[in-house]
């Protein structure tokens, strides 16, 4: 684990990367992170997050800012230009139920191949894809999901990299950790090793690469 600026950081993502990116609306979102993208104009991105904010706020300024090519998530219905450009097919947008698309990510992040679901059963969901029938009941397998680079929210990290979120920010932020090559972690707080006890440890820095504390750009 390093500890980086957010310009550094931010250099290791690629034009057309997928990147899962924390939070729910602004919740636990790395809005700092978020701000170096726009700002070193990366582009044809692949997004993977739970929704796209607002148009001026969290990932919805990626959006605004049409640096994304497809985003996959559960909910646009509060960014009107998320829909408008998916309308104008500026925009590719697989919607997937919540509850679906995290356990996609999870089971990406501990090497599943993918989980099996009745959600969408008898639907347009299960369109194209294998149904599977166990003690008489119908699932959907849909297939894990994995990201170039997770872009994370924490309260704070010690020098280890090892985390702890703030309430509801521990929403999508541990669970896209584990299912990324590259994970960025963007913290509040940088506190001495051992000032975190282990059982409060939310997430191990072992598998952190880059933390950027916020106003420290």
């Known amino acids: 684990m390093k500890i980086v600026k957010a310009e550094e950081a931010i250099s290791f993502v690629n034009n057309g990367d997928s990147i899962m990116i924390g939070g729910f609306l602004t919740v636990g979102t790395p809005e700092t992170l978020i701000d170096e993208i726009i700002k070193q104009n990366k582009k044809d991105l692949t997004i993977i997050c739970n929704d796209t904010s607002f148009e001026d706020k969290g990932i919805g300024r990626l959006i605004y800012h049409k640096l994304a090519k497809k985003v996959i998530t559960s909910h646009i219905g509060t960014n009107k230009e998320t829909q408008r450009q998916y309308i104008e097919k500026e ?10 698309l995290i356990e996609q990510i999870r ?12 959600t ?11 149904v599977i029938e166990i003690d008489g009941k119908k699932y959907i397998l849909e297939k894990a999901i994995r990201g ?24 999508f932020n541990p669970i896209i950790a584990m299912a990324a090559d590259l994970v ?3 913290v509040d707080e940088l ?7 282990p059982e409060q440890v939310q997430f191990p820095g072992a598998l952190v690469d880059y933390v950027v504390v916020r106003g420290r750009e």
């Open 184 to 186: 960025i972690v963007e």
């Open 120 to 130: 969408g059963i008898g639907t347009v969901v299960e369109d194209g894809k294998q």
């Open 148 to 171: 170039k680079v997770a872009l994370v929210k924490a309260k704070r990290a010690d020098h280890l990299g090892n985390l702890q979120f703030a309430y509801t920010a521990k929403n």
């Open 191 to 197: 506190v001495p090793t051992g000032s975190i006890p």
């Open 107 to 118: 089971a990406g992040g501990v090497g599943l191949g993918g989980i099996l679901t009745p």
């Open 91 to 100: 925009l590719e947008v697989e919607l997937v139920p919540q509850g679906t």
